[in-house]
């Protein structure tokens, strides 16, 4: 499956709630499960979302597991079993990673079972296919064949939350970007770090997040916010500082524009302040 949209932690977390429902549906389609998830917003880390997403599955009912499985297309006949299967020798990175090319035996084999569970069960068969063969495939479903409906809906809801849970991670895969920013503001009037200073960080998604310098000038908490690549403003507030200390501001407050890439790192934005004039450069 192909998310419509691949968004940061915080871009999910600003969704309003049908654009966030909307979404969800993308990776599991049963209504109870994306409603839930919609509501359980705002999300700290990855860790929450995979919690959220088990938590609410296992609140659902069958008819909430029938809907889900509803939206898996069936591969039920050679052809597309042979296209799905033709390239997967080559592809290292796709769902049947490292699987043989399966013959014509296993795919008529495979589309045969299929419909034979169909037909037993009244829905299709369900497994989280990465990294399995053709063949591996065969077995698995051969072996539920002899399953009673109701073991098999059972079976096919634990498959479901795995194959949501991966849907999951491809989907909102920029929250691990492992981007941090810190601050340092110095007085060069005093040669001392400018303690107390209020800072405001607007991020590209147009979140404003409030900072302040600690004794030693350095600013680094921004309240476990997860950075991702974009444009961000990081605005000064210098004027109470530079009235306290100096009694003159010419500059109330400095912005600082900058932008975060997907590499990845650690990104230092530094400020030299004096009454009448100002600096900034990436810092290590």
């Known amino acids: 499956m192909n998310l419509q949209k691949t968004l940061s932690l915080q871009a999910l977390n600003g969704l309003d709630s049908s654009e966030a429902k909307l979404w969800f549906s993308q990776c599991c389609a049963a209504p109870k499960w994306f409603n839930g998830m919609a509501q359980a917003r705002p999300f700290s880390d990855f860790d929450t979302v995979r919690q959220s997403a088990q938590e609410v599955w296992q609140q659902c009912a069958t008819a909430d597991f029938l809907t889900a ?9 050679v052809n597309s079993l042979r296209e799905k299967y033709a ?23 495979l589309a045969d079972a299929n419909h034979q569970y169909l037909a037993k069960h009244g829905f299709i068969f369900v497994i989280c296919a990465t990294g399995l063969s053709a063949n591996t495939m065969l077995e698995a479903l051969t072996l539920r064949l002899t399953n009673n409906t109701e073991t098999e809906i059972k079976l096919a809801a634990a498959e479901q939350i795995k194959i949501t849970l991966l849907r999951l991670e491809k989907g909102i895969q920029n929250i691990m ?6 601050s340092h503001v110095l007085d060069t009037t005093l040669g001392k ?14 979140l404003v997040i409030a900072g302040q310098t600690d004794k030693d000038g350095r600013c680094k908490d921004w309240n476990n916010f997860e950075f991702s690549a974009g444009e961000y403003c990081l605005r000064f507030h210098t004027k109470d500082y ?36 100002f600096s900034s450069y990436r810092g290590s």
Do not use: C, R, W
Not at 69 to 77: C, N, S, V
Not at 177 to 182: E, K, R
Not at 198 to 203: G, H, Y
């Open 193 to 206: 770090p400018a303690a107390n200073m209020k800072l405001a960080l607007t991020t590209h998604d147009g």
């Open 177 to 182: 970007s492992n981007i941090s920013l810190s």
């Open 242 to 277: 530079l009235l306290s200390h100096h009694n003159a501001a010419f500059y109330p407050f400095v912005d600082v524009n900058f932008e975060l890439t997907e590499n990845g790192g650690h990104y230092h934005v530094p400020l030299l302040i004096s009454p009448f004039g």
């Open 87 to 109: 390239a997967t020798k080559a592809i290292a990175s796709n769902e049947q990673q490292g699987a043989s090319q399966a013959n014509e035996q296993t795919l008529q084999a």
């Open 69 to 77: 499985f509803e939206a898996h297309p069936m591969i039920g006949d």
